[in-house]
């Protein structure tokens, strides 16, 4: 019974993951995107050439050079306040990476520990949009991870299999709480974003709004029509749309 429940707490957390994945990358760019209905902040060459390095070499797998330059992002005061505002969450990617390459259990445990605090860092600053997405996501897989971590643990000789099995089971109901959401009715308000799921239906109700808001609403039928027949309609004259309105109004669909 109690290898069942860790079985289920398993792959529950992975099937989580994965629909919360599938609905981001469908909303758009996982990775720390910004939210494409708010307005787009200039930023420097220098934070460009920075992310963009940041993202090839965690493309590549170099978790070690990443946390390098991460340190130095942290450091230099002409770095912009966006780009430092990412470091908590990149530093817990770049450390969870650092992790699969340790052999010592106890030396896991502390990368685990740093990775989750900064992850934890991160969210306390209430990120939105696909960033609220990324950041839970992340947290979620973390803690999947540090379930299994325990699992690898009990299956070696000599060790206490119960104990490391109970020690796994709060990761795994960790990783469930940060991924899914309370079940809601139809249209209902999310007053705090606590989990990957409402930031995600979060950020569909925005792009809908958005929407809505640049297409206009649809002709109301003419209510002072008499009655046995129907009125004239009124001429509904079309809003013309600026060709930024327009440019916006395209990403948020391509989001959809």
Known sequence: MFLHSITIRTRIGCTLVSAVAIASFAIGNFVLAEDPAAPQAKESTEDLT?????DALEERQMPDVS?????RVED????SKTLK????FRRATSLVGTSRMESDSKKRTLIF????KEIDRFLQEKPTGNQAIAAYTQKGNLLIERGRAKVEQSRRPGEDAKTFLAESLPFFDGAIKSLEGPKRKPGEEIVSVENAEDAVLETLRKVDAELKELQGDEPKPNEDAPK???GKPKKVIPKRKSSAV??????????Q
């Open 76 to 79: 230099d005061q002409s770095s």
């Open 246 to 255: 327009t440019k916006k109004m395209e990403q948020l669909e391509e989001q």
């Open 85 to 88: 505002n990412e470091v908590p």
């Open 228 to 230: 046995g027949g129907p």
């Open 113 to 116: 520990n740093q990775a989750e």
């Open 67 to 71: 946390l390098w330059v991460l340190k």
């Open 50 to 54: 920075t992310r963009r390095l940041l």
